[in-house]
């Protein structure tokens, strides 16, 4: 039988209802609350394609990411081939708050993304920064900004049909005009978007440029008046950059990306990626699935690069060639006894080790 993803076994039993987002749920209400609450900006673990599948997804939000986002997904393809669907996207119960980004050129193929995925998320986001060549020829993600009147009509095409039930946030790059990025921010608020995430770079900026924070900052006060939330995105690398990033550009909230690929557990504090974090990441792969082994491989690469451990070993890790090999390797390489003695499906049960 053809394996499926969690989400269409999911369909399978219940008819999906737009649901009610809860407090504790809602992307928005996170936003604009977390300085209240906890005293600092939302953490957004942000897109990354390939990357962000379901048990990185869950590692992030075991180190206090606030929201996390799906890699992007292209409409096109997802809302035609049932393939697509099942390589693309699957969740769980605890894959929550979730925002699931899509690449999308047209109002249509929106609307039957967000029919497809709206009962298993808790926001859509729009990629308005994928700077690929292939993707801006067919207008989607960076060409968005050079079109804001496709832009804002189907932000405003999704929030009239769903209301307050589902979430809908556009991640934006700045223009080189900053005005530019002013006119484009006003008009989404206008058209209804919950917050917008601004990156910091330009079309053509490369990501080993320094991030334009100066840019976000100028924008974000131009927009005051419209209410709407804004996230910060760019350069952010260790805990102490979500306050100063905050502080510097008065957001709402800051999204990380590569710095969680090296350290999932940036947020909570830790300055390089922790040994609790690889034997949670090993945890939530084997009990959720669904990871390709070269991928698997990657996210323990890019977890150990920085972890002080002698580079013959990460060459020895990279000549492995499947999941059971791997995971013997770390049996004999590591301290593993944990997963080793509990077994993996008790190992949840027990304390990980903590190393702050
Ligand atoms: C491997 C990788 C994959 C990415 N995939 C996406 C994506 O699917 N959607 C998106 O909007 N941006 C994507 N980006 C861009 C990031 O979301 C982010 O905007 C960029 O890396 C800057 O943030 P950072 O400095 O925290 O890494 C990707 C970046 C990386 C490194």
Not at 184 to 191: E, I, P
Not at 204 to 229: C, D, F, G, H
């Amino acid at each position: 039988m053809q394996p499926r993803s969690v989400c269409e076994l999911k369909k399978q039993v219940v008819i999906p209802k737009p649901k009610l987002l809860k407090p504790e749920n809602d992307p928005l209400h996170i936003i604009k609350t977390r300085k209240i609450t906890h005293g600092r900006p939302a953490t957004i673990a942000g897109p990354m394609v390939r990357y962000s599948k379901l048990p990185f997804r869950q590692l992030c939000r075991q180190y206090d990411a606030d929201i996390v986002y799906s890699p992007m997904i292209l409409a096109r393809e997802y809302v035609r081939n049932g393939n697509a669907r099942l390589a693309d996207f699957s969740t769980n119960d605890e894959d929550t708050p979730l925002i699931v980004q899509v690449g999308v050129n047209n109002v249509a193929d929106l609307l039957k993304f967000v029919e497809m995925v709206a009962p298993y998320c808790d926001g859509v986001g729009i990629n308005c920064g994928c700077p690929i060549k292939e993707q801006v020829r067919e207008g989607i993600g960076c060409a968005l900004i050079y079109n804001a009147e496709l832009l804002c009509e189907m932000v405003s095409a999704v929030k009239s049909k769903y209301g307050d039930s589902l979430r809908l946030e556009t991640k934006i790059r700045i223009h080189d005009d900053y005005e530019q990025t002013v006119s484009l921010c006003k008009s989404l608020c206008d058209a209804g978007v919950d917050w917008i995430t601004i990156h910091g770079r330009t079309r053509t900026t490369r990501s080993s440029q320094p991030v334009n924070l100066e840019a976000i900052r100028y924008i974000v006060e131009k927009i005051q008046e419209k209410k709407v939330p804004v996230v910060a995105n760019g350069d952010c690398f260790k805990r102490a950059d979500v306050d100063a990033i905050a502080e510097f550009t008065k957001v709402d909230g800051v999204m990380a990306v590569r710095g969680l690929l090296a350290n999932p557990a940036l947020f909570s504090g830790y300055e390089t990626c922790p040994w609790s974090c690889v034997e949670k990441f090993w945890y939530y792969t084997l009990e959720y699935g669904g990871l390709p082994y070269q991928l698997l491989q990657h996210h323990l690469y890019c977890m150990l690069e920085n972890m002080n451990l002698e580079r013959r070993l990460l060459k020895e890790m990279m000549s492995i060639k499947s999941t059971g090999e791997l995971i013997d390797w770390f049996d004999t390489r590591f301290d593993f006894k944990r997963f080793g003695e509990a077994g993996w499906a008790e190992a949840s049960a027990v304390p990980y080790r903590v190393d702050k």
